[in-house]
C-alpha cells in the first residue's frame, strides 16, 4: 500500500515562492498518477494539479495556471508542486494524492500547511 508525506509548507507573503514535495513509499509509483488538492478554512478540498505517469502531461486548476507547476521525478518516488507568485487566496492544506491509471484513489498524505500574507 503507498504511504505519501508531504513537505515544503510554510508561512510566506503574498508574491513569493515555494516549493512543496511528495515522497511515495511501498507500492509502484511510476503507475500512478500523482495530484495535490487543497482545501482552504470552511471549503470543501479543491483539485489544483496532476501529472501522468511519464510526467509528460500536467493539468491545473485555472486558478492556479501559469503560476503553479507540477513535476514528478520517478527515480526518487516524489512529485512536487512550484508556486510562484503566491497570493492570500491560495492559503490552505495543501494534500498530495496518488490515483491509479483508471483514476481510482489509492492514498492521500497527511497535509501541509501554506499561508500566504497579504
Known amino acids: 500500500q503507498v504511504h505519501l508525506v508531504e513537505s515544503g509548507g510554510g508561512l510566506v507573503q503574498a508574491g513569493s515562492s515555494l516549493r512543496l514535495s511528495c515522497v511515495a513509499s511501498?507500492?509502484?509509483?511510476?503507475?500512478?498518477?500523482m495530484g495535490w488538492y487543497r482545501q482552504a478554512p470552511g471549503k470543501e478540498r479543491e483539485f489544483v494539479a496532476d501529472?501522468?505517469?511519464?510526467?509528460?502531461?500536467?493539468y491545473y486548476a485555472d486558478s492556479v495556471k501559469g503560476r503553479f507547476t507540477i513535476s514528478r521525478d520517478n527515480a526518487r518516488n516524489t512529485v512536487f508542486l512550484q508556486m510562484n507568485n503566491l497570493k492570500p487566496e491560495d492559503t490552505a492544506i495543501y494534500y498530495c494524492?496518488?490515483?491509479?491509471?483508471?483514476?481510482?484513489?489509492?492514498?492521500w498524505g497527511q497535509g501541509t500547511q501554506v499561508t500566504v500574507s497579504s
Open positions: 511501498g507500492g509502484t509509483f511510476g503507475t500512478y498518477r
Open positions: 501529472v501522468s505517469t511519464s510526467g509528460l502531461n500536467t
Open positions: 494524492n496518488a490515483q491509479s491509471v483508471s483514476g481510482s484513489p489509492l492514498a
